[in-house]
């Protein structure tokens, strides 16, 4: 590494529009980077992670400005350059990773198309030596058969595959700092894996600095040189990896490392009767209809899986995107229909119950599902939300409401939230509204489809003891979905893995992360971010 650093930040501010609770989201923040070196930005949501990389970039949103500080990038102030000097910067000297690639990639353009416009706008580069430019860059972050997959739309691209895509558009002009912005976190654990070492990769060849920000401490201990903690806009906390991990010294850096979930099971819980769900057999395929050029697809989402769940108990099902867990959620609550076998709730078979059979199974059957906000109607108010369930079920309109109140009590909500809107919550907030949905009817099973994974882990670690706290109070069978091997050690009684369809192996959680039998499972569990680092006590 060289003494001179890379990037220095000094005295950074991001001013808020006014009226808000602070003036800056980003507030007198100072750091460098080293070429060759992997810099962690960590905090939660709002600590100013995301605003203090776009501010580098020069990409801040029309609400906000930079307020005060310098970014110099090889001498050069960035935050002096107009914005013509600053788009011949981009992706020449710092190139970008964003969190989300489905957002940030057009999808009416093909994804080699996506890369070559980096090259026809800042290179002179004829159009065949930058098709073999595009081609040679999509094999470089590992992409399968380039040649034909450049010609793909993204929408035909797996997240992962989207990510390198991202990845390969930001290295296109072998700038000297990289930055990514959450570039993991909605990767399942392997394709997790296989980003983070490519990362790792193309920064060791090409000797760049990384600026690579992040809420998982995982990600943290498996790439990281040097850690920096954000709260509230400030740095509070820097130094190398090994000594924030292990020894950290502010406060609030110590709550976020007690927060992280870890992978040592929980203690056993040994739970008795009848089961309360039972699936036999179950079974869905998706069919895609063919054409001229489009050949059709069969798609085995869940292949005769078998599962039981009993009462006040939590079995977790874990595995990669796209290996039939949601999928498997849906058909337990008939959300999709079933092309055969069983589920059987309490007896009573849900996939041939008549609709007034079904109508009245549901209040017992409840869903919690991944995304809040999507799951919430923005235009009514949350009381009603809530309530929804009980008006169905004919409670009249005031003691349906009285009742949403309670429930907002009951997961740690403002009960006078029932007058406000979804988009005054935040993510966790919601969350926790979604619950009190499910809640309202005082159902015998909840399906949680990765109620957790978007969420800061502190919010993380508050919702997980929500639900563990009500499942005890409601007496509840669960079934937990996520590709989270953390936060399945630590809520999940009974683990089932799934892989394309299957369930591959399934026991009690202490058994399947202590002796895994299945190589899928051994593969899971190796790809865990951090795996080797334990947070401190």
């Known amino acids: 590494m060289t003494t001179e650093p890379l990037l220095r930040v000094r005295d950074l501010r991001v001013a808020l529009p006014a009226g808000g609770d602070r003036a800056n989201a980003v507030d007198d923040v100072g750091f460098d980077l080293a070429a060759g070196e992997i810099l962690c930005i960590v905090g939660e949501s709002g600590s100013g992670k995301s605003l203090t990389a776009s501010a580098i970039m020069g990409l801040l949103p ?82 399968p058969d380039p040649e034909q997959l450049r010609q793909a739309f993204p929408f035909r691209l797996s997240g992962g595959q989207r990510q390198r895509v991202m990845i390969a558009m930001a290295l296109a002009l072998g700038p000297s700092l990289l930055i990514a912005d959450e570039p993991t976190t909605a990767l399942d654990v392997t394709t997790q894996k296989q980003i983070l070492a490519l990362i790792r990769q193309v920064q060791a060849e090409r000797g760049m600095g ?14 990281a040189d040097r850690v920096a903690v954000m709260q509230h806009g400030r740095l509070v906390e820097i130094g190398p990896v090994a000594q924030v991990l292990n020894r950290p010294e502010h406060p609030y850096t110590r709550s976020l490392i007690a927060a992280v979930p870890r ?39 869940v292949k005769s899986v078998d599962l039981e769940i009993r009462q006040g108990e939590t079995l977790g099902v874990v595995g990669e995107s796209g290996s039939g867990k949601s999928t498997l959620g849906r058909l337990l609550v008939r959300l999709l229909p079933a092309d055969g076998g069983s589920v059987a709730f309490r007896g009573t078979d849900l996939l041939t119950a008549p609709p ?30 809530v309530a929804d369930g009980l008006l169905a079920q004919g409670r009249p309109r005031a003691e349906a409401l009285a009742r949403a109140a309670e429930l907002l009590g ?9 007058d406000r809107y979804p988009h005054e919550f935040s993510g966790g907030q919601r969350q926790r509204i979604g619950i009190a949905r499910a809640l309202a009817l005082e159902p015998k099973l909840l399906i949680a489809d990765e109620p957790v994974s978007a969420l800061d882990v502190s919010v993380q670690a ?3 003891d929500l639900l563990n706290d009500v499942r005890r109070r409601f007496d509840l069978a669960m079934l937990f979905i996520t590709h989270d091997l953390r ?44 795996r080797g680092w334990v947070a401190p006590a």
């Open 62 to 143: 029309r609400s906000v400005r930079v307020a005060g500080g310098s970014v110099e990038l090889g001498g050069t102030d960035l935050l002096r350059l107009s914005e013509d000097e600053m788009r011949d910067r981009r992706g020449r000297l710092v190139g970008m990773i964003f969190q989300e690639p489905m957002t940030a990639l057009n999808p009416l353009m093909r994804v080699g198309d996506q890369i070559d416009e980096v090259l026809a706008v800042h290179t002179d580069l004829p159009e065949a030596a930058r098709r073999q430019r595009v081609v040679e860059l999509m094999a470089s972050v590992n992409l």
């Open 210 to 223: 990384v600026l690579f920000i992040t809420h998982d401490f995982g990600v943290v201990a498996e790439i």
């Open 487 to 530: 936060v399945a050690a630590q809520v999940c009684d009974r683990i089932a893995v799934m892989r394309r369809g299957e369930i591959v192996e399934t026991g009690p959680t202490a058994a399947i992360f202590g002796a895994p039998q299945h190589p899928y499972t051994r593969e899971l569990l190796d790809a865990v971010p951090g």
């Open 356 to 385: 007034g059979r079904l109508r009245a199974l549901r209040r017992d059957v409840q869903m919690v599902f991944q995304d809040p906000y999507a799951s919430l109607n923005p235009r009514r108010r949350i009381g009603a939300i």
């Open 410 to 418: 009951l997961v740690g909500l403002d009960p006078a939230g029932v």
């Open 263 to 301: 992978l040592e099971p929980r203690a056993a819980r040994v739970v008795d009767g009848v089961p309360t769900l039972v699936a036999r057999a179950l079974t869905k395929t998706y069919r895609t209809a063919g054409g001229l050029f489009v050949r059709r697809r069969v798609v085995e989402a």
């Open 462 to 464: 508050q919702v997980l």
